[in-house]
């Protein structure tokens, strides 16, 4: 059974701070994602990683994967208020048609 | 181009009732997956459903079942309710199946089993 564990699950920083969320996966995957959930809202997908060594950078997040330690890191530069919410990496089965989630990292960004 | 919609938004019932969701997938995509969101056991695969076909199934009983139409909509049924089953139930939908393909996901279901 693929795993897929996240931490930590609770982040609390102040604005202007650099952090990282770590994603761990126990099985071989190629393909990574990461996504975005505020609260009462839907997931918004945030960035796809396809191939060890894969970096994506949008506005103050930066994700990277490590197909052979099975990580992947979220990186969090000069935190805003506005970056406050749930972020989850999801793992591929096996089999390519199922998504495995981490229990997410809940974000406050606070002043 | 619009997103993934589901219908109902909201939705209350009672033990030993049964439901049913919709879910239409963005112009042109052809997968659908479904997914369970809870509290406690954070947000679970459903099933997944490509031109009409079953792809792949999570480990949910029996009385969990869906189906894909031939103009890519789903729904997905739950017979029998039982409190656990209170849950946001959320649909995606990607161009292809089984690729690399991002899933899109929509506002979600939220299933309250009293």
């Known amino acids: 059974e693929l795993k897929v564990e996240q931490n930590p699950l609770f982040l609390s920083m102040q604005e202007g701070k650099n952090y990282t969320i770590y994603c761990n996966y126990s099985?071989?995957?190629?393909?990574l994602y990461w996504y975005r959930q505020d609260p009462g809202k839907s997931l918004e997908s945030l960035f796809v990683?396809?191939?060890?060594?894969a970096v994506k950078q949008e506005g103050r997040l930066m994700a990277s994967l490590d197909t052979k330690a099975r990580l992947s890191t979220l990186h969090i530069t000069a935190a805003v208020h506005d970056l406050s919410a749930t972020y989850f990496c999801?793992?591929?089965?096996?089999?390519?048609?199922?998504?495995?989630f981490g229990k997410g990292t809940s974000l406050l960004v606070t002043p | 181009k619009a997103g993934v919609t589901q219908t109902p938004r909201y939705l209350i019932k009672t033990r030993g009732q049964q439901v049913t969701l919709s879910c239409s997938p963005i112009s042109g995509h052809r997968s659908v997956s479904w997914y369970q969101q809870t509290p406690g056991q954070g947000l679970q695969f459903l099933f997944e459903y490509f031109s009409e076909t079953q792809r792949n199934k999570g480990n949910f009983p029996g009385r969990f079942s869906g189906r894909q139409f031939s103009n890519s909509r789903s729904e997905m049924n739950v017979s029998t309710l039982e409190l656990g089953d209170s849950a946001l139930y959320l649909c995606?939908?990607?161009?292809?199946?089984?690729?690399?393909?991002?899933?899109?996901f929509g506002p979600g279901t939220r299933l309250t089993v009293l």
């Open positions: 999801a793992v591929d089965s096996n089999s390519g048609y199922a998504l495995n």
């Open positions: 990683l396809l191939s060890n060594g």
């Open positions: 099985t071989t995957s190629d393909r």
């Open positions: 995606a939908s990607s161009l292809v199946s089984g690729g690399a393909d991002t899933q899109y």
